[in-house]
């Protein structure tokens, strides 16, 4: 795309078809930097393994992100996320994740996401940023009543990823699996409590939706920001 637009809905519309409901457990859109390899388009792969083109591992930068429960979600009218510009992705790919439990065969899914997007730039551009605590290490024993899980996004990974003048935070949201309870981000700037940006302490797995901030916050690259737990 050689028009620099912005995109306007972060969730852009889920696509569910009706037999993959209960099946599709999330999708992401990653942007990719590598240069355009006309040949990977319109072909499927099965995520990180040796099947995928090395290029693609690459891909690990969220453009947006849909989980189970979720709706459409558009950014406020002064914010949109850069799509050809200098600096920006060259192109995309989708990512979906599936859970079968009940071994449903014949399913052959064609779920996506729905883009909306405009030539009419906006004010500010939009980034999305992950915390948490990683998959691959996150580990609940058996038989607890409870156990609790937290993530840090320490200072030296805030200043690689935010500007010094800082970024403001207008929405969020919270994801975990079915085990999950109770979900929370706060917000520090060093040992300094600034406030939570999200919390949920009723998660349902079955409602995952991003939601605005009833108020902005600036978040700067010394924060440590942000805890969630």
């Not at 995109?7 to 209960?22: A, N, R, T, Y």
Request: glycine share 10%; proline share 8%.
């Amino acid at each position: 795309m050689s028009l620099v637009t912005h995109l306007i809905s972060s969730q852009f519309g889920p696509v569910i078809p009706p037999e993959s409901k209960g099946v599709v457990h999330h999708i992401i859109l990653y942007g990719c930097y590598a240069p355009v390899n006309e040949s990977l388009h319109g072909v499927g792969y099965t995520c990180y393994t040796n099947s995928m083109p090395p290029e693609l591992f690459d891909c690990r930068h969220p453009i947006a992100v849909w989980a189970v429960g979720g709706d459409d979600f558009y950014y406020p009218d002064n914010v949109g996320l850069s799509i050809g510009g200098p600096g920006d992705p060259t192109f995309a790919i989708l990512e979906t994740h599936y859970n079968n439990p009940e071994n449903k065969a014949g399913i052959i899914d064609n779920s996506g996401l729905r883009i909306w997007y405009t030539s009419e730039l906006r004010q500010y551009d939009a980034g999305l940023v992950e915390t948490g605590a990683a998959v691959a290490t996150l580990i609940v024993p058996p038989q607890q009543p409870a156990f609790q899980v937290r993530g840090i996004c320490a200072a030296n990974c805030s200043q690689d990823a935010f500007p010094p003048t800082g970024v403001k935070a207008f929405a969020y949201m919270l994801h975990a699996h079915q085990l999950g309870r109770k979900l929370q981000m706060s917000h520090y700037r060093g040992s300094q409590f600034i406030g939570e940006l999200g919390r949920d302490d009723q998660y349902d797995f079955n409602y995952q939706q991003s939601r605005l901030l009833t108020e902005e916050t600036t978040i700067m690259p010394v924060n440590g920001l942000p805890d969630s737990q």
